[in-house]
């Protein structure tokens, strides 16, 4: 989303309008990173294979943001065609992260300016065991970017 980039409508608008700016912040600092500091492990005592190096959060990110969106494209009725989960170069991670963006954006097409109760009644069951509304789930994906673009910014 650039300055330019008019906003959407609708509650689904803004939601998404939020994410992007989210994700498009957090593959701008990918470019201030190199290539050693992406692929290095910075995080060796962690238990949590996504999290062991900006590469592997990168990869987590990016295959959340497509199982988000399958979440909804279930609902919805729209076959995934989300790719398989891999190990994303640091050249391949922003552009992983637009496709990723232009996948949800997909999914949610034409829903911009749902009204609030077919929001609140579009509900989804995690495979982590909490259920959400699209709302709640759209805002998760928000701030699960926000959360590993702290984490980062902290290993940079």
């Given at each position: 989303m650039s300055q330019n980039t008019p906003l959407r409508?609708?509650?689904?608008?803004?939601?998404m309008d939020e994410y992007e700016r989210a994700a498009l912040e957090l593959a701008r600092i990918l470019q201030t990173i190199?290539?050693?500091a992406y692929e290095g492990i910075v995080d060796p005592e962690t238990k949590d294979e996504n999290c062991r190096s900006?590469?592997?959060?990168?990869?987590?990110?990016?295959?959340?943001?497509y199982g988000y969106a399958d979440?909804?494209?279930?609902?919805?009725?729209?076959?995934?065609?989300?790719?398989?989960?891999?190990l994303l170069?640091?050249?391949?991670?922003?552009?992983?992260?637009h496709k990723m963006l232009e996948y949800t954006v997909e999914t949610l097409a034409g829903r911009w300016e749902m009204q609030e109760d077919e929001i609140?009644?579009?509900?989804?069951?995690?495979?982590?065991g909490v259920t959400y509304d699209m709302e709640q789930l759209l805002e998760h994906a928000i701030v699960h970017i926000?959360?590993?673009r702290r984490q980062v910014q902290r290993y940079v």
């Open positions: 409508k609708g509650a689904v608008g803004a939601l190199s290539i050693e900006i590469q592997t959060i990168m990869s987590h990110v990016v295959s959340s943001g979440y909804l494209r279930e609902k919805f009725g729209i076959p995934s065609t989300r790719p398989q989960k891999r170069s640091k050249d391949e991670a922003a552009t992983q992260i609140t009644g579009t509900v989804v069951n995690t495979r982590w926000l959360r590993h």
